[in-house]
């Protein structure tokens, strides 16, 4: 079932095996995964939708009456041991939740049907779960991923094992998220499951801007063998206009250039409208598209695509509309013209007609065309810096700071309590153990790499003030305090 142990030494198994998973990843290049076995006649369809849920829990210091020493366990846990307090008395629906949908397929597709869903899991969440002993939500999610007779319905996204939001994570700290995740799903599903996975979901939507840190974003994306990135609308425009995309129904081209004149594109699908779970709840994409037609793309007529993702067991639409609403339009959709498709599948119907990312329009980060009408790419991360300062004083709706689902929150303006330990947790990592060249499969790394990660989850700034900064604030302590002890 699995090459590699899923827990070592009661921590998850995220590094140690790296050249493996590099080596699985690259035999899987090239090789369609989801066209040999797809049942949709792309010939015949007018329109698509696709719909993913993300699913996410932190890690809190909360297994214990006293922040410093209590144990890390998952925020799921907490709500189940204190369903007295607040919303936590949906701790055992989102259980549920978070294994449904290995219920729901086999049943639809014994009645004939076709079901489609991309999943989304962090890798804290699923190390708490673990811990936990909830091994039914595994048996489930497992039933749908390795049964070759489910294989073709459900799409796995990639994301970073932390649920760091990329913006303002530091770059390399990222890449280790992403690798975590791949290391991760790779013990608990298998390296066959891993080369299947070939999107990406960025947490919270975001995207960076700055020219760097996007160019480093997608250039870790694609080291790792992503193929595609899900983006918001809003955090992409046109290079030629500055403007938003068009047809945002079918794919892009997502480039960034960095300071030092360098390029990577990686393929982008485009979600749209905002972090609203109503959109897939009650399964708006699909109606959406039945009012679709085949668009013009490279000299050929291909079906669009809408695409959503929303969580997938956060507010009382998602824990009670959604189930019923899902299987109503399976039934309904199932051998169309309007089916629901994945996106990988998609993209492969795609390739087989001849299109490619070649083909797709052009996207940027958002707000970079002001920067390039001062800046050309190769002048130097100086010069670079000048110009945003430079648009900075001029224009003040200009940041910087990536844009999200969430736009109208800052994650880097009030949060200098959590992120000033973060960013010395970061350097202390980098400093005492990257540089120094301690193996990835010995304890001491993977523990203080396990709290580095787990520092960076967004929930301890999403929260803003109080025990959530304060959650934050203590996984940086005991994780500094791990690299100056051990290393």
């Given at each position: 079932?699995?090459?590699?142990?899923?827990?070592?030494?009661?921590?998850?198994?995220?590094?140690?095996?790296?050249?493996?998973?590099?080596?699985?990843?690259?035999?899987?290049?090239?090789?369609?995964?989801?066209?040999?076995?797809?049942?949709?006649?792309?010939?015949?369809?007018?329109?698509?939708?696709?719909?993913?849920?993300?699913?996410?829990?932190?890690?809190?210091?909360?297994?214990?009456?006293?922040?410093?020493?209590?144990?890390?366990?998952?925020?799921?846990?907490?709500?189940?041991?204190?369903?007295?307090?607040?919303?936590n008395?949906?701790?055992?629906?989102?259980?549920?939740?978070?294994?449904r949908?290995?219920?729901?397929?086999?049943?639809l597709?014994?009645?004939?049907?076709?079901?489609?869903?991309?999943?989304?899991?962090?890798?804290?969440?699923?190390?708490?779960?673990?811990?936990?002993?909830?091994?039914d939500?595994?048996?489930?999610?497992?039933?749908?991923?390795?049964?070759?007779?489910?294989?073709?319905?459900?799409?796995?996204?990639?994301?970073?094992?932390?649920?760091?939001?990329?913006?303002?994570?530091?770059?390399?700290?990222?890449?280790?998220?992403?690798?975590?995740?791949?290391?991760?799903?790779?013990?608990?599903?298998?390296?066959?499951?891993?080369?299947?996975?070939?999107?990406?979901?960025?947490?919270?939507?975001?995207?960076?801007?700055?020219?760097?840190?996007?160019?480093?974003?997608?250039k870790?994306?694609?080291?790792?063998?992503?193929?595609?990135?899900?983006?918001?609308?809003?955090?992409?425009?046109?290079?030629?206009?500055?403007?938003?995309?068009?047809?945002?129904?079918?794919?892009?081209?997502?480039?960034?250039?960095?300071?030092?004149?360098?390029?990577?594109?990686?393929?982008?699908?485009?979600?749209?409208?905002g972090?609203?779970?109503?959109?897939?709840?009650?399964?708006?994409?699909?109606?959406?598209?039945?009012?679709?037609?085949?668009?013009?793309?490279?000299?050929?007529?291909?079906?669009?695509?809408?695409?959503?993702?929303?969580?997938?067991?956060?507010?009382?639409?998602?824990?009670?509309?959604?189930?019923?609403?899902?299987?109503?339009?399976?039934?309904?959709c199932?051998?169309?013209?309007?089916?629901?498709?994945?996106?990988?599948?998609?993209?492969?119907?795609?390739?087989?007609?001849?299109?490619?990312?070649?083909?797709?329009?052009?996207?940027?980060?958002?707000?970079?065309?002001?920067?390039?009408?001062r800046?050309?790419?190769?002048?130097?991360?100086?010069?670079?810096?000048?110009?945003?300062?430079?648009?900075?004083?001029?224009?003040?709706?200009?940041?910087?700071?990536?844009?999200?689902?969430?736009?109208?929150?800052?994650?880097?303006?009030?949060?200098?309590?959590?992120?000033?330990?973060?960013?010395?947790?970061?350097s202390?990592?980098?400093?005492?153990?990257?540089?120094?060249?301690?193996?990835?499969?010995?304890?001491?790394?993977?523990?203080?790499?396990?709290?580095?990660?787990?520092?960076?989850?967004?929930?301890?700034?999403?929260?803003?003030?109080?025990?959530?900064?304060?959650?934050?604030?203590?996984?940086?302590?005991?994780?500094?305090?791990?690299?100056?002890?051990?290393?």
């Amino acid at each position: 079932m699995s090459e590699l142990p899923e827990c070592i030494d009661g921590l998850p198994n995220i590094c140690g095996q790296e050249q493996l998973i590099e080596q699985a990843i690259a035999e899987s290049r090239g090789q369609p995964v989801f066209l040999p076995t797809s049942r949709i006649d792309f010939s015949r369809i007018r329109a698509a939708a696709a719909i993913a849920l993300h699913m996410h829990q932190p890690l809190i210091p909360a297994g214990g009456p006293d922040l410093r020493t209590a144990a890390v366990i998952s925020n799921l846990k907490y709500m189940m041991d204190n369903q007295h307090i607040g919303d936590n008395h949906n701790a055992p629906v989102f259980h549920w939740c978070y294994k449904r949908m290995g219920e729901f397929i086999p049943q639809l597709v014994r009645e004939g049907k076709e079901p489609r869903v991309m999943l989304d899991y962090s890798g804290t969440l699923l190390y708490g779960l673990r811990a936990m002993g909830l091994d039914d939500v595994f048996e489930s999610l497992k039933t749908i991923t390795l049964n070759p007779e489910y294989q073709r319905t459900v799409e796995w996204l990639g994301c970073a094992w932390g649920h760091p939001v990329a913006p303002s994570t530091p770059t390399q700290d990222y890449r280790l998220h992403v690798k975590a995740w791949q290391h991760h799903f790779a013990a608990i599903f298998g390296l066959d499951a891993l080369k299947r996975v070939r999107g990406f979901s960025p947490a919270e939507m975001a995207l960076p801007n700055h020219p760097d840190v996007a160019y480093e974003f997608v250039k870790t994306l694609k080291d790792c063998g992503y193929q595609w990135v899900l983006v918001q609308e809003h955090t992409v425009e046109r290079p030629e206009t500055g403007g938003g995309p068009e047809r945002k129904h079918i794919p892009h081209r997502l480039r960034c250039r960095n300071s030092q004149g360098e390029e990577v594109t990686i393929i982008a699908i485009i979600k749209t409208q905002g972090s609203d779970t109503k959109l897939v709840g009650q399964m708006q994409p699909y109606y959406e598209a039945k009012g679709l037609s085949r668009w013009e793309l490279a000299g050929k007529l291909v079906p669009p695509l809408v695409t959503q993702i929303a969580d997938g067991e956060n507010g009382g639409v998602m824990m009670n509309e959604f189930p019923p609403k899902y299987i109503e339009v399976v039934r309904e959709c199932s051998h169309s013209d309007v089916p629901l498709m994945n996106v990988t599948e998609y993209l492969e119907h795609l390739k087989a007609l001849g299109i490619d990312e070649k083909d797709f329009p052009e996207l940027q980060p958002v707000l970079q065309k002001q920067i390039w009408e001062r800046f050309k790419p190769g002048d130097g991360p100086q010069r670079l810096a000048e110009v945003i300062e430079q648009i900075r004083r001029e224009d003040s709706r200009f940041t910087m700071e990536g844009g999200s689902w969430t736009n109208n929150i800052s994650w880097v303006r009030g949060y200098a309590d959590v992120i000033g330990p973060m960013e010395k947790v970061s350097s202390l990592f980098h400093e005492k153990v990257t540089k120094k060249g301690f193996p990835t499969n010995e304890y001491r790394y993977r523990n203080a790499l396990f709290h580095l990660l787990t520092s960076q989850t967004s929930c301890y700034r999403y929260w803003g003030q109080g025990i959530w900064t304060e959650y934050g604030r203590e996984i940086c302590r005991r994780a500094e305090e791990i690299i100056l002890h051990d290393f």
